[in-house]
């Protein structure tokens, strides 16, 4: 038994075919095998056709195809299980840390601001102390504290720039690997996809808008391809040509049987003997 077919065109992949078509028939009189487009038959009705006849034009390019759907799936699979390996332990982390981060985040804001402020009040009220006549006692530990209330601003503000750029690296250093990783993958797609739309294109649908404007009997809203499309395989199973002996070499011959000739022995007396 001879099996001939071809994978059904997918249908994510069918605005991918309806693109191919309309770029050949966008583009039929550029091509002189082609420049009877418009005059039995316009591009509107040859992309009917060519939609009713799916099934039978992608079949040209099967082999691509199965190809470029194969790669496709090796792709995605790797990529949802990175993903997913990826994702599961940041969400994990995220959650736990949660609390955590957010603490620090208010705690990285809120101190320069609350140390800056309390150091211009301590500096501001110490320094306006000791311009009095009789300075009191307490002006230089205002003014210890305002300072005191500075150096712990500038620390702060540090500790949260430094936050800030281990955190930028962290993060670049987590979506680097992805990027790397994930880099190559569209290529070799692509060069497949590539494939199957020259295939699809050189084999399926040129041949068969040729065929359509050679066919005077063509309808254009039938679902029945041209009489003049050959290069297009059809699918389908033919089984082997089972057929029964010829009757004319056997007629009225049949076997015939005979029975043995058995005879008595010849007895006698000695004058009868054998001669």
């Not at 082609?34 to 039978?56: K, P």
Request: hydrophobic residues 45%; glycine residues 6%; charged residues 20%.
């Amino acid at each position: 038994m001879h099996m001939n077919s071809a994978p059904h065109l997918l249908t994510e992949d069918r605005a991918e075919y309806e693109r191919i078509l309309d770029d050949a028939l966008r583009n039929a009189h550029d091509r002189p095998d082609l420049a009877a487009v418009g005059q039995r038959l316009n591009a509107e009705q040859l992309r009917t056709m060519a939609l009713n006849a799916t099934a039978l034009i992608t079949t040209a390019a099967a082999a691509e195809y199965e190809h470029y759907t194969k790669i496709r799936e090796d792709m995605r699979s790797p990529a949802a299980a990175a993903s997913t390996r990826i994702s599961v332990p940041a969400s994990a982390a995220d959650g736990a840390s949660q609390n955590g981060a957010g603490f620090a985040a208010v705690i990285a804001v809120l101190a320069p601001v609350l140390a800056g402020t309390a150091a211009l009040i301590f500096l501001l009220v110490g320094y306006i102390l000791k311009m009095l006549s009789p300075t009191p006692s307490f002006a230089a530990t205002m003014v210890a504290a305002g300072w005191f209330f500075a150096a712990l601003t500038a620390a702060a503000i540090l500790v949260a720039a430094i936050g800030l750029l281990l955190t930028a690296l962290r993060n670049g250093a987590t979506q680097l690997p992805a990027e790397e990783s994930t880099g190559e993958l569209p290529d070799e797609v692509s060069r497949a996809k590539e494939a199957w739309r020259h295939a699809l294109l050189e084999r399926g649908l040129l041949p068969f808008l040729r065929a359509a404007l050679a066919d005077p009997s063509a309808d254009p809203t039938s679902a029945a391809p041209p009489r003049h499309v050959s290069r297009i395989p059809k699918v389908g199973y033919s089984g082997p040509d089972y057929s029964s002996p010829s009757e004319g070499s056997t007629s009225g011959q049949r076997p015939t049987f005979t029975s043995p000739d058995f005879t008595s022995p010849d007895f006698g007396g000695p004058e009868h003997q054998p001669e």
